[in-house]
């Protein structure tokens, strides 16, 4: 009698299709002393460099430092990436998309922070914050509008700046302060430039958010740069505002940072509002009570 049994199929090597990629964690492995570790090869967000500048905490990332595009998607808002998508100019692009995430990591804020018709970014109410950027370098700082009326910094590459424009951002006195720091062997003229340029664009950034008013490098005067303190304070020559007449005084901070081979000089303007100090009154007790109602 034949056999019931089946005939044995070989099973054939049938390659597997394409499937969708999943959202796990990826991982590889590394053979340390006989030992096989886990190596995560997820996105990690970048290292949040910071530069101190006076009192004021500069954020920066560098222009080196990758986002990792889920990071974008996540810590950028859709309004604000439709506003990305309006600027033509691909390295400007970037820097606005990057701003934007520095912007919200450090606020910690969920609402889109959209442009003003002045170019301003819409703050929450309590924050007065400014961006600066340059060649993909983009710096953040921010503070509170219980401390000040007003704040904006500025980032500088210094073998951008062209010695030629001395005659266009400094009057004669200021050429003065500028011989006498480098006499000193302080500074080089070239970092001086730099550093003027750079606050004089700083005060606008915080002048402009106050008066809406436009404004020239001459119509800010450098008055002393203490290089000692790092500081650097600018007397106006018009009125920008209300709270900053004529002959009012700008008091600044700046530092220098390396990167890349590169040198930068980092301002921060502020306009800082009166510390106000309740009256202490004094607690009269008895006889002193007595004595001062005498």
């Known amino acids: 009698p034949k056999s019931k049994a089946?005939?044995?199929v070989k099973a054939s090597k049938k390659k597997?299709?394409?499937?969708?990629?999943?959202?796990?964690?990826?991982?590889?492995?590394?053979?340390?002393?006989?030992?096989?570790?886990k190596i995560s090869t997820k996105p990690t967000a970048p290292v949040l460099k910071v530069i101190l500048c006076g009192p004021h905490s500069i954020y920066w990332i560098p222009s080196d430092a990758k986002i990792h595009q889920s990071f974008i998607?996540?810590?950028?808002?859709?309004?604000?990436?439709?506003?990305?998508?309006?600027?033509?100019?691909?390295?400007?692009?970037?820097?606005?998309?990057?701003?934007?995430?520095?912007?919200?990591?450090?606020?910690k804020y969920k609402d889109p922070l959209l442009r003003k018709t002045s170019g301003e970014p819409t703050w929450p109410k309590e924050i007065i914050g400014s961006i600066s950027h340059k060649d993909g370098e983009v710096t953040f700082c921010s503070t509170s509008t219980e401390i000040h009326?007003?704040?904006g910094i500025d980032l500088e590459k210094l073998s951008k700046i062209n010695p030629g424009i001395e005659s266009k951002i400094c009057n004669s006195d200021e050429s003065m302060i500028i011989d006498r720091v480098e006499a000193l062997a302080r500074m080089k003229r070239i970092e001086v430039l730099a550093l003027i340029f750079s606050f004089?664009?700083?005060?606008?950034?915080?002048?402009?958010?106050?008066?809406?008013?436009?404004f020239d490098f001459h119509d800010a005067t450098i008055t002393e740069i203490a290089y000692e303190r790092r500081?650097?304070?600018?007397?106006?020559?018009?009125?920008?505002?209300?709270?900053?007449?004529?002959?009012?005084?700008?008091?600044?901070?700046?530092?220098?940072?390396?990167?890349k081979g590169e040198k930068f000089?980092?301002?921060a303007a502020e306009e800082r509002k009166p510390l106000i100090v309740d009256p202490i009154k004094p607690e009269v007790d008895g006889p002193a009570e007595?004595?001062?109602?005498i």
């Not at 597997?16 to 570790?37: E, R």
């Not at 998508?85 to 919200?104: G, Q, Y």
């Not at 005060?203 to 106050?210: L, S, V």
């Not at 007595?290 to 109602?293: L, N, Q, R, T, V």
């Open 200 to 214: 004089k664009e700083a005060i606008f950034k915080t002048h402009f958010p106050m008066g809406q008013k436009h």
């Open 6 to 8: 089946k005939p044995k």
């Open 73 to 107: 998607d996540s810590g950028v808002h859709a309004e604000e990436l439709d506003i990305a998508k309006t600027i033509k100019v691909p390295h400007r692009r970037d820097e606005f998309i990057r701003a934007r995430w520095l912007c919200r990591r450090v606020l």
């Open 16 to 37: 597997a299709g394409p499937t969708k990629a999943k959202a796990t964690k990826k991982v590889a492995t590394k053979a340390k002393k006989g030992k096989v570790q």
């Open 149 to 151: 009326y007003g704040l």
């Open 231 to 259: 500081e650097i304070t600018a007397r106006m020559n018009i009125k920008t505002s209300s709270l900053t007449p004529i002959g009012h005084e700008v008091l600044g901070f700046y530092n220098w940072f390396n990167h």
């Open 265 to 267: 000089v980092v301002t």
């Open 290 to 293: 007595a004595e001062a109602k």
